[in-house]
């Protein structure tokens, strides 16, 4: 069984902070932190692996610094990391960054073939959750996201049984082998790291690839130029109007609340129950 | 690839059981904008099993024109038999504009087929517009985290592609007086290649919580401080009858399950009575909630952003604040002897 977990390196999105003149993001201002998601993606291999054994690979893609994404996957009990690195990788969106991925997974695919892709359900800094399907249809597996559970992994016939989640409710898929699951946080609780783990993640260095060592690479569709949409413009929303302020003491406003309350007699009554 | 050769704005017609999703019905009105605006034809797109007649909803909701693929094998969703639909149909006819839902199967959906088109896919989208001149759709989402929006253009690539948050866009009023023209189409799918199998589909009301259709909602933020006081918010909740919500942040720090997340990674809701306490009022909150009737924010920052989108403000510490205005119900309650409740 070999399950590959596909990383990345994020800006701890609740901490960051925008330049108010230049409207862009200050990452210094935040710490880079493993995608909450993708903890839960090799929390779930590791999982899996527990039941079937095997290999997990993680992979990620981002400036030399990611590694440290790698190392921390390695803490949750991954067994080897690919970081690919390169500035031909840069600027790229969700169409270019599954291009350049696939062609990654091609090249670990062929070293050790692959029955399980995991992805995060999305990146907490894009919140597109469009790489794990792309990269998918680009390695023609079946993707299924919004995985709650992997209910079965059966390697004799090549199958899992997957539960996917709806708007309302979840569904039970069967699917065949090698497919690509994206997942939700519920599927599991991150573990503590036993200390071995700890030990080998602080020992452990990354495989690091870049743009030639990866094989059959059309550049024309990596990083900037291969990516077909751009950030038009960025813009703080037209700040509406704003309601009324109460005004007065803490009691006097929290009267003057119970009485527009209680005036909007069609949103809110008071109904005897006898 | 000449854009010249795309023209038209499409809707994706989300089926489930024969049952149109709302947001189709949403994304038809402001399809139908987009379409007047660019002077083309609006469409929807239909597939499933046994679903044709579901095509003069589609129409009385604003289509032009109906797309329908009408096969076994699309009984159920699945990424791979849909695609193939999805995907026939755009080349065929090779719209400018495709528009889906952001629901779990509309962003699989629309990933899949954005790979395989090569084209731009902008994600939960909150606001769209279209450039006439150039005649780009300007789809606009909240980025970074959620304090800024983002104006996403693909300027050499069709079709354009969008997934819009459900409860963000507004149906329009139904007429089935309309005429349109429905379009059948057929493709070849066999189930024996398929590589994916529904075994079951579980209706789950119980886990998913009641936000969504709630008439009065609490949602309570980091303003809270931490989960002790952050029971005030249950209290509140409980004595007028309302559902609890929280910010991005009050869920991650665990004192609420992600389900109860309101903003654009949880749910988007549309009570009469919004409640927002602690929340400071980031974009990425709002868009999930700006839409409701009545917005009361409490918040000790006077320029904090919620009150902006608040329909009354107070500025004070919601410690102070919150225990009186449950005194304050609950007395209310002892006095006239009856439940709060809501119309």
Same mark, same amino acid.
């Given at each position: 069984m070999h399950i590959v977990v596909c990383v990345k390196q994020v800006p701890d999105t609740k901490i960051i902070k925008i330049?108010? !003149?230049?409207?862009?993001?200050?990452?210094?201002?935040a710490p880079a932190i493993l995608n909450p998601y993708d903890a839960h993606a090799v929390q779930e291999a590791v999982k899996i692996k527990r039941k079937t054994g095997g290999t997990i690979t993680v992979l990620s893609m981002g400036?030399?610094?990611?590694?440290a994404v790698i190392k921390k996957s390695i803490e949750i009990g991954a067994d080897r990391g690919v970081l690919l690195t390169d500035r031909a990788f840069a600027g790229a969106d969700t169409l270019a960054t599954s291009y350049a991925l696939s062609k990654a997974l091609e090249r670990i695919n062929m070293d050790l073939p692959i029955d399980l892709v995991i992805c995060g359900k999305h990146a907490i800094d894009g919140d597109t959750g469009q790489v794990g399907p792309g990269i998918a249809r680009r390695m023609d597996i079946p993707p299924i996201t919004s995985v709650i559970e992997v209910t079965e992994v059966n390697q004799e016939e090549k199958t899992v049984l997957i539960k996917r989640k709806l708007t309302s409710g979840y569904e039970l898929i069967q699917s065949e082998m090698p497919c690509l699951l994206t997942v939700e946080k519920e599927i599991n609780d991150i573990e503590y790291s036993p200390m071995p783990n700890m030990i080998k993640a602080a020992r452990y260095e990354p495989i690091i690839w870049s743009v030639n060592d990866l094989e059959n690479v059309d550049r024309t569709q990596l990083g900037l130029k291969g990516s077909?949409?751009?950030?038009?413009k960025m813009f703080t929303p037209p700040r509406p109007e704003g309601g009324k302020k109460l005004e007065g003491s803490v009691s006097e406003q929290v009267s003057q609340l119970m009485e527009i309350l209680m005036e909007k007699k069609d949103l809110f009554t008071l109904t005897s129950s006898r | 690839m000449n854009l010249d050769d795309y023209r038209g704005v499409w809707v994706f017609i989300e089926q489930n059981d024969g049952k149109i999703e709302g947001v189709s019905f949403e994304l038809l009105g402001a399809g139908r904008k987009l379409a007047d605006k660019l002077d083309v034809p609006l469409a929807g797109f239909l597939l499933g099993d046994g679903i044709k007649s579901l095509a003069n909803q589609t129409i009385a909701y604003g289509a032009d024109q109906v797309y329908v693929i009408d096969h076994p094998v699309l009984k159920h969703y699945r990424t791979e038999s849909y695609m193939k639909g999805v995907i026939y149909l755009a080349q065929t006819y090779k719209p400018e504009i495709i528009l889906y839902g952001a629901t779990p199967n509309g962003k699989d959906l629309a990933s899949a087929v954005a790979t395989d088109l090569s084209t731009g896919l902008t994600a939960d989208t909150t606001m769209l517009d279209a450039d006439v001149e150039k005649r780009l759709l300007e789809a606009s989402r909240p980025a970074f985290g959620g304090n800024i929006m983002a104006t996403i253009l693909? !300027? !050499?690539?069709?079709?354009?592609m969008a997934t819009v948050r459900p409860k963000v866009m507004k149906a329009l009023a139904p007429d089935y007086e309309r005429s349109g023209q429905v379009i059948e189409e057929k493709i070849s799918l066999k189930e024996e290649e398929m590589r994916t199998k529904v075994l079951q589909i579980v209706n789950d009301v119980t886990k998913k919580t009641n936000l969504a259709d709630a008439h009065v909602i609490v949602c309570g933020g980091k303003g809270m401080g931490d989960l002790q006081n952050f029971q005030l918010i249950h209290e509140l909740a409980e004595t007028i009858g309302a559902s609890v919500g929280g910010t991005r942040d009050v869920v991650e720090a665990g004192w609420l399950p992600h389900e109860q997340q309101i903003g654009q990674t949880g749910e988007t809701v549309t009570p009469k009575i919004y409640f927002a306490i602690g929340v400071s009022g980031a974009i990425q909150h709002v868009v999930g909630m700006k839409n409701s009737e009545l917005i009361i924010a409490i918040n000790k920052d006077p320029n904090a952003p919620i009150f902006d989108v608040a329909t009354y403000g107070i500025v004070g510490d919601a410690m102070e604040i919150v225990p009186q205005l449950i005194a304050q119900f609950k007395s209310l309650r002892t006095e006239k002897g009856g439940e709060v409740s809501y119309a």
């Open positions: 330049n108010p !003149k230049t409207n862009t993001l200050d990452r210094r201002s400036p030399p610094q990611a590694t077909p949409t751009i950030v038009g | 693909c !300027k !050499k690539h069709r079709p354009q």
